[in-house]
């Protein structure tokens, strides 16, 4: 068994000097930011299954189904799920679409159509075919796949909402109907660009982005102070 996919990123780790001599104001931010460490995502088919239970509600709503559902299989295999009939699932909080998703990916899985353990020795464009393939599962899902659970290393998920967001306040850029902000910004964070985007998302969960202050502001207090 593969051990569970984690990043940990420490501040003389050379990819974050390698990022940072590439991209000046993604250094910056690095910089400011500091160390990260993700969380392991543990067996395949859990996470996946933990990101379809998970989809389009609260981060506490979800916690509580994907309780209840955990309550009732034992553990969150293929095999325990299909043990578990429809009426018992649906009374834990699952919708009728992420009911029939948990069924497709477990006999997907089951009858051998999708080996998840087989996923690491693909590369990231087989990876997301294979994942799309299974209803409830899209690009974005599979991206995150890549990144939190194969730990893949230069995944950019372009259509991130919060990455959109994150890189036009750091790199300050003009307000585009198409929202491509990153695409103008990503050509210099390969073969890193799942770290860049693990520093964009902090960005926001640290709450620079919505701090009103421009990243330069922030790394430099006597700026700061005449902002106030």
Request: glycine fraction near 8%.
């Amino acid at each position: 068994m593969m051990n569970p996919i984690s990043f940990h990123l420490k501040t003389d780790d050379p990819r974050l000097a390698a990022l940072s001599a590439a991209d000046a104001r993604m250094g910056a931010l690095i910089a400011l930011i500091g160390e990260i460490q993700t969380a392991p995502q543990g067996p395949h088919f859990a996470s996946l299954a933990r990101s379809i239970i998970s989809q389009q509600i609260s981060v506490k709503a979800a916690a509580t189904i994907r309780g209840r559902v955990l309550e009732l299989a034992g553990e969150l295999t293929p095999s325990a799920l299909s043990a578990v009939n429809d009426e018992a699932l649906r009374g834990a909080g699952l919708s009728a679409s992420k009911l029939a998703y948990l069924r497709d990916l477990s006999g997907k899985v089951l009858s051998g159509e999708v080996v998840l353990e087989r996923l690491h020795e693909m590369g990231n464009a087989e990876v997301i075919q294979v994942l799309t393939s299974i209803k409830g599962i899209g690009k974005w899902t599979a991206e995150m796949f890549l990144i939190f659970g194969l730990g893949r290393e230069d995944v950019v998920s372009v259509g991130d909402a919060g990455l959109q967001r994150s890189a036009k306040w750091l790199y300050q850029l003009e307000e585009r109907a198409d929202r491509k902000y990153l695409q103008q910004v990503m050509g210099s964070w390969s073969p890193y660009g799942s770290i860049a985007s693990l520093y964009l998302w902090e960005a926001i969960n640290a709450g620079h982005v919505d701090s009103g202050h421009t990243l330069d502001q922030l790394l430099d207090p006597l700026l700061y102070k005449q902002q106030h």
